[in-house]
């Protein structure tokens, strides 16, 4: 069985950055991010195969957040800079062999942390 646990959420001002950090137990798989806003679906933000060789953005964060793995550390990370405050939304870390850009794929979650950007 497979543990997520995220952290680094919080509350930053527009244009701020911040990093958020998913630390697995068991086996490194692909492991992605996804966010769910107040009164909406789960959306996609990024993705990144378990070698770090491939990642894949959404679109509404292209160019502003980076993913990364360290498998030494069996953590992921998403770097979030140029933040706008319709990024504010609970963000969740997903793993699984199949993880991929739609949520049903991935079979292991965290807990979720906060991210507020505001205006």
């Known amino acids: 069985q497979v543990q997520l646990v995220e952290s680094g959420g919080g509350v930053v001002q527009a244009g701020g950055s911040l990093r958020l950090s998913c630390a697995a137990s068991g086996r490194t798989f692909n492991s992605g991010w996804f966010r769910q806003a107040p009164g909406k679906g789960r959306e996609f933000v990024a993705i990144i195969n378990w070698s770090g060789g491939s990642t894949y953005y959404g679109d509404s964060v292209k160019g502003r957040f980076t993913i990364s793995i360290d498998n030494a550390k069996n953590t992921v990370y998403l770097q979030m800079s140029s933040l706008k405050p319709e990024d504010t939304a609970v963000y969740y870390c997903?793993?699984?062999?199949?993880?991929?850009?739609?949520?049903?794929?991935?079979?292991?979650w965290g807990q979720g942390t906060q991210v507020t950007v505001s205006s």
């Open positions: 997903a793993a699984g062999p199949r993880c991929g850009l739609q949520s049903k794929e991935c079979d292991y």
